[in-house]
C-alpha cells in the first residue's frame, strides 16, 4: 500500500477521477487494519494528511508511514485518549470497532460495556473534539463506518447491534447539527468485508458449528446477501472517500448499504 500524494507536498495530483482532498486533514479511526487501512490509504491518495489512529502501534505505524501520515497509538475505550488527539481535522472517519458473539444471558456486561465506549462513546467524544475546527472553517466531513446491524439485527451479537444502532442515531444528530456549518455526517452500512474482524468470526463459527470455514462464509455469513462474495476493505473504502468529495455535499444524515443486496430482502 503506497500513496504517491502527500498532503505536507500539495505538488501532485490526486489519482484521476479521485476526489480532490489535497489541503485537508483526515483522522481515522482503527486506522491499522481492514477498512480504516484501506479508508486511510484512500484518503491519503485523495491528497489528504492522514492521522492513523489505532491501538496496535506496529500496524498504525506502518499504515502511517506508507501512506505519508501520522501515527498515533491510543486506545480509544479510554475516555482521556480523545485530548490526545489532533483536533484540526476536516474530514473524521470513526470506524474502530470490535465484535463478540455470545447469548444475551452469556453476554459478559464488561465485554458489553467496551463496546459502547469504542463504538458510541469515542465517535461521540471525537465529534465534539474535533467539530469547533469544522465549524470555523464552513467545511467538513464525518464518515461512520456503520454496519448492516446498524440497520438490522442478528441473534448473539447483542453489544454489536446496540452500538451501531447508537451510532446511526449520534451520525443524524451530527448531521442536523453540522449543516448550518457546511458539516455532513453519514453512516456507511457494510455486509461482510475480507478483513481480521469477520476472519476471527468465521474461524469461531467454523469451530462451534464443526463446519468448515467456507461453508460458514457462503452457507450463515452471506445467506442474507445476494451477491455472494465477501465485500473487499477498498470497496468500503472508495465509498467513504466519495462521501468526503465535492458532490456529495447534499448528503447527509444517510445510512449507505454496502450490503450485496442484504436489505433488499
Ligand atoms: P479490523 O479488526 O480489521 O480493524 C479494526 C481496527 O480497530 C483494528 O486495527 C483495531 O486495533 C482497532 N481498534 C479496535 N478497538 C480499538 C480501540 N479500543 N482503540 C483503538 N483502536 C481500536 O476490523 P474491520 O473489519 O476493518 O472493522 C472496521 C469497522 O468496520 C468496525 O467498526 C466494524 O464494526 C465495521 N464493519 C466491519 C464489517 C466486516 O465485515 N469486517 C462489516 C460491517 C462493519
Not at 49 to 67: C, F, P, Q, Y
Not at 231 to 242: F, G, M, Y
Amino acid at each position: 500500500m503506497t500513496s504517491r500524494f502527500h498532503a505536507a507536498s500539495g505538488t501532485s495530483a490526486p489519482d484521476a477521477g479521485a476526489e480532490d482532498l489535497r489541503g485537508r486533514t483526515a483522522l481515522v479511526t482503527g486506522g491499522g487494519s481492514g477498512i480504516g487501512k484501506a479508508t486511510a490509504d484512500a484518503l491519503a491518495r485523495a491528497g489528504a494528511l492522514v492521522h492513523v489512529v489505532d491501538r496496535e502501534a506496529g500496524s498504525a505505524r506502518a499504515v502511517a508511514a506508507a501512506i505519508g501520515g501520522v501515527a498515533h497509538v491510543v486506545d480509544l475505550a479510554d475516555p482521556g485518549a480523545v485530548g490526545t488527539l489532533p483536533a484540526g481535522v476536516d474530514v473524521l472517519v470513526n470506524n474502530a470497532g470490535l465484535q463478540h458473539v455470545a447469548a444475551i444471558e452469556d453476554f459478559p456486561p464488561d465485554r458489553f460495556e467496551l463496546m459502547q465506549r469504542v463504538m458510541v462513546t469515542a465517535p461521540f467524544l471525537l465529534m465534539r473534539h474535533c467539530l469547533p475546527h469544522m465549524y470555523a472553517g464552513g467545511w467538513g466531513r464525518i464518515v461512520n463506518v456503520s454496519s448492516m446491524h446498524g440497520l438490522r439485527a442478528s441473534a448473539f451479537k447483542s453489544a454489536y447491534v446496540a452500538a451501531k444502532h447508537g451510532l446511526e442515531g449520534l451520525s443524524k444528530v451530527a448531521a442536523l447539527e453540522g449543516a448550518p456549518h457546511g458539516v455532513t455526517s453519514n453512516c456507511v452500512n457494510p455486509g461482510y468485508v475480507r478483513t481480521p474482524l469477520v476472519e476471527g468470526q468465521i474461524a469461531g463459527q467454523a469451530a462451534a458449528h464443526g463446519i468448515p470455514p467456507e461453508e460458514v462464509v457462503t452457507g450463515i455469513l452471506l445467506d442474507r446477501s445476494a451477491i455472494k462474495r465477501l465485500i473487499e476493505p477498498e470497496e468500503v473504502a472508495a465509498v467513504c472517500r466519495w462521501l468526503c468529495g465535492p458532490h456529495t455535499g447534499y448528503i447527509t444524515g444517510v445510512s449507505l448499504p454496502v450490503d450485496g443486496g442484504w436489505g433488499a430482502r
